[in-house]
């Protein structure tokens, strides 16, 4: 079973950055992607960026130039600099295999003006 454990969120004013980590354990053979989303309060779940197992990223419009996604082995990485009170969501760590596909708890990221 995969088990995903998200670090890093906070609170930080406006123009602020934060760095999310998400490690993953348990039996792994492949990792396809990996990537981070958000929910904020009365809006779906959205993803925000992603990385494939080749190295590719993807980011959402809205967080493109601001937000970097990286992966070191079994790691996934998110930093975000120049924080808008609208990213202010629960950040969940996603793990994508030829399997399955799981989530990490979520961490809370707020982000005053």
């Known amino acids: 079973q995969v088990q995903l454990v998200e670090s890093g969120g906070g609170l930080v004013q406006a123009g602020g950055s934060l760095r999310l980590s998400c490690a993953a354990s348990?039996?792994?053979?492949?990792?396809?992607?990996m990537g981070w989303y958000r929910q904020a309060p009365g809006k779906q779940r959205e993803l925000v960026a992603g990385?494939?197992?080749?190295?590719r990223t993807n980011y959402a419009d809205s967080v493109k130039g601001r937000f970097t996604i990286s992966r070191a082995e079994k790691t996934v990485y998110l930093q975000m600099d120049s924080l808008k009170p609208e990213d202010t969501a629960v950040y969940y760590c996603?793990?994508?295999?030829?399997?399955?596909?799981?989530w990490g708890q979520g961490t809370q990221v707020t982000i005053s003006p």
């Open positions: 990385i494939t197992n080749d190295g």
């Open positions: 348990g039996i792994i053979l492949k990792i396809n992607d």
């Open positions: 996603n793990l994508k295999t030829p399997y399955a596909t799981s």
